[in-house]
Each structure stands twice: as structure tokens, then as C-alpha cells.
């Protein structure tokens, strides 16, 4: 994860955001900067982490000389359901303005979840068809060539399928 302090004002090192910050300040400078400590997982982290604070008194005043303390602090950071995303559509080629209308135009596209082992994928066109080409692996709810598919697929199997769409207007008469 990610730490950032809540300001930096009367502190020396390093005080920049990140997963280790090393800084010296008076007491009440130092206290300021940790009482609002920030700390941000890293993306997609669920599970358990700590923020442990190592603290010299430099060896201060007093007998004794140089003295430490530490303290680790358990977080415990929440998973949560990413949104599926479309990470590519894409026309495959350009038709000629001959090649428009009534001709069928192909696309591809490419989908990813973080956390899905199953998506389930909705593609409707208003005039004419759009249809797959590999089919392999995937559960049609309804046609498998119509002005509206649903199918269901493992991401892999969504990306083999989504490689080859093919959208066929309606023939003007």
C-alpha cells in the first residue's frame, strides 16, 4: 500500500508519499503529521496488511541514551466488485463507401473483469444482426445471430468470441 502524511510542515527526510516514509521533527510536528496518516492499498489488494511506525528519541536528554519503540497496526482491507470493462472495440477494416450499406462490417473487441470467473455480455444493433464468430464455451440466452445476443463466457472464452463480431445491416429495399 500507500502512506501519505497529512503535512510535512518542520519535518527533515523523506516525506513523500509511499510504502516507506523516514522523516525527524520536533514531537508536535511529528504528531501533526501522523494524526491523519493516509494509507491507500495497492490496486485490486484485498486481505490483511500492516502500517508498523518505528519512533527514536534520538537519544534525546536523560539517562539511557538512544531509545526506540515500535507499534504495528493491523488494517484489513475489504474486497469489493470491480465493474467489468470493455478494454478495446474496434472496426477490423474500413470499408469503401461501395462496401457500406447493405454489406456486412466486422469488429472486435476485448473485455476484462478483475474479479469474474463468469460475464455475462449484451450486444443489440437497432437495424440488422451482429453474430459471433467462435462460439465455443458460451451459454446464448435466446439466438445466436440476432438484432440483440446475450451470452454468457469465462473472460477468455468472452475475449475468443469477441474477436470476430460481424454486424449485418438490413438490407434497404
Known amino acids: 500500500g500507500t502512506l501519505t502524511l497529512a503535512q510535512a510542515v518542520g519535518l527533515s527526510g523523506d516525506v513523500s508519499t509511499g510504502s516507506d516514509l523516514a522523516f525527524s521533527g520536533s514531537f508536535s510536528d511529528c504528531l501533526a503529521a501522523l494524526q491523519a496518516l493516509t494509507y ?57 463507401p ?5 454489406e456486412p462490417q466486422y469488429f472486435e473487441a476485448a473485455v476484462a473483469d478483475v474479479d469474474a470467473s463468469l460475464l ?26 440476432a438484432s440483440q445476443i446475450v451470452f454468457m463466457c469465462s473472460p477468455a472464452n468472452c475475449n475468443n468470441a469477441l474477436q470476430h463480431v460481424v454486424y449485418t445491416p438490413t438490407p434497404e429495399t
Not at 461501395?98 to 447493405?102: C, H
Not at 455480455?121 to 439466438?143: C, K, P, Q, W, Y
Request: hydrophobic share 40%.
Open 40 to 96: 491507500l492499498p495497492s490496486s485490486d489488494f484485498f486481505g490483511n496488511d500492516s502500517v508498523t511506525a518505528w519512533v527514536s528519541d534520538l537519544g534525546g536528554t536523560g539517562s539511557g541514551g538512544h531509545k526506540t519503540a515500535a507499534l504495528s497496526i493491523p488494517i484489513e482491507v475489504l474486497g469489493v466488485n470491480d465493474a467489468p470493462r470493455i478494454t478495446s472495440l474496434a472496426q477490423k477494416s474500413v470499408p469503401t
Open 98 to 102: 461501395q462496401e457500406f450499406e447493405d
Open 120 to 145: 455475462q455480455i449484451t450486444m443489440n444493433v437497432s437495424r440488422g444482426t451482429v453474430e459471433l464468430g467462435d462460439v465455443v464455451n458460451l451459454t446464448f440466452a435466446g439466438a445466436e445471430v
